[in-house]
């Protein structure tokens, strides 16, 4: 009876240990809503009728680097007063500059969102669709940090508005696990601490 007790605790621990681990950390497990596709639809508006666009998002079996027929480089046309991109420093020459970004599914992604404008002073509207980043997997979170330091949950907000003059802005968008998944873990080792304590108790008892 000892060695059956002891046995059983021990394949809880290698078989249930590891899943928990994965799951507090990001490793897919197979069964995870974070590993489900979606793309977001930025329109950038000015009040004087300029307007620009990109997209991003996640999708399975794409690299880090330029995607062809996923992801498109972003043109400059020195005569357009307002444009708008994602910002790929290191890749150096057109690829720096997306219009449309796609990645691979990661704990923690991010796209640095460029805005230059050259025009009279205006105020500038960066606007998605929230049934879009509603449909992002609920253990997902999504945000909007701007250049004014304002940290926007793009899941429930719908819109920020600047004040421009002739100049480069810079928004940083992160996508990124929910700290609650890490509740697993903790359901597990409790779980696992009661079982030991059982198991103390049951030997003392038998020596």
């Keep these: 009876m000892r060695l059956t007790l002891v046995s059983t605790f021990l394949i809880l621990m ?21 590993f489900v596709p979606w793309y977001v639809h930025l329109d ?11 997209e991003f998002g996640v999708a399975p079996g ?22 708008a991109f994602f910002l790929y420093p290191d890749a150096g020459g057109p690829f720096s500059r997306l219009s449309r970004s796609f990645t691979s599914f990661a704990d923690g992604i991010s ?3 460029i805005i230059v404008y050259s025009g009279e002073p205006t105020e500038i509207l ?30 429930t907000v719908e819109d920020v508005v600047f004040q421009a003059e002739a100049d480069t802005y810079g928004f940083r968008i ?6 609650e998944i890490n509740f697993d873990l903790a359901l597990v080792l409790v779980a696992y601490g ?8 049951i030997l003392r008892r038998r020596r």
């Design 14 to 34: 290698l078989v249930g240990l590891p899943v928990a681990q994965a799951r507090c950390f990001g490793v897919p497990t197979g069964d995870q809503e974070s």
């Design 44 to 54: 950038i508006l000015a009040s004087d009728g300029l307007a620009d666009e990109v």
């Design 62 to 83: 794409l690299s880090d680097g330029f995607e062809q027929g996923v992801d498109e480089y972003k043109r400059l046309d020195q005569e357009r007063p307002l444009q």
């Design 111 to 113: 796209w640095l969102l």
């Design 126 to 155: 960066v606007r998605w669709d929230t049934k879009q980043t509603g449909s992002i997997p609920a253990d997902v979170g999504l945000r909007l940090v701007t250049f004014f330091d304002e940290d926007v949950d793009m899941k």
């Design 174 to 179: 992160i996508s990124s696990r929910l700290e």
């Design 194 to 201: 009661i079982v030991a304590v059982a198991l103390i108790l």
